[in-house]
């Protein structure tokens, strides 16, 4: 498996970005993958997660800015942010849970200056 996310970079508030994660290894169109993200000293958390391929859910700090949806054809998922704030500046990782293995991406910088 593996999980290849790029897209970030530094960007000022109220502007946009586009991760994306490329993968392979596995079967994607069958799999649940998600988003997360790690700030400087803080836990990585769920941003947001794709059961299938309309199936969504957010944290509610980025509900209403950030989308995310994937590519079956081209077994990529991808995190649109708009109306970044910089308290969205984080290391942002791309993430599939399949049975007991926990797969990570390498992760993607996104700095958000105010």
């Known amino acids: 498996v593996q999980l290849q996310a790029s897209g970030g970079g530094l960007v000022q508030a109220g502007g946009s970005l586009r991760l994306s994660c490329a993968t392979s290894g596995f079967i994607f169109s069958t799999k649940s993958m998600a988003w997360y993200r790690q700030a400087p000293g803080k836990e990585r958390e769920l941003v947001a997660g794709i059961i299938g391929i309309s199936v969504t859910n957010y944290a509610d700090s980025v509900k209403g800015r950030f989308t995310i949806s994937r590519d079956n054809a081209k077994n990529t998922m991808y995190l649109q942010m708009n109306s970044l704030k910089p308290e969205d500046t984080a290391v942002y990782y791309c993430?599939?849970?399949?049975?007991?293995?926990?797969?990570w991406g390498q992760g993607t910088l996104v700095t958000v200056s105010s």
């Open positions: 993430n599939l849970k399949a049975g007991l293995m926990n797969y």
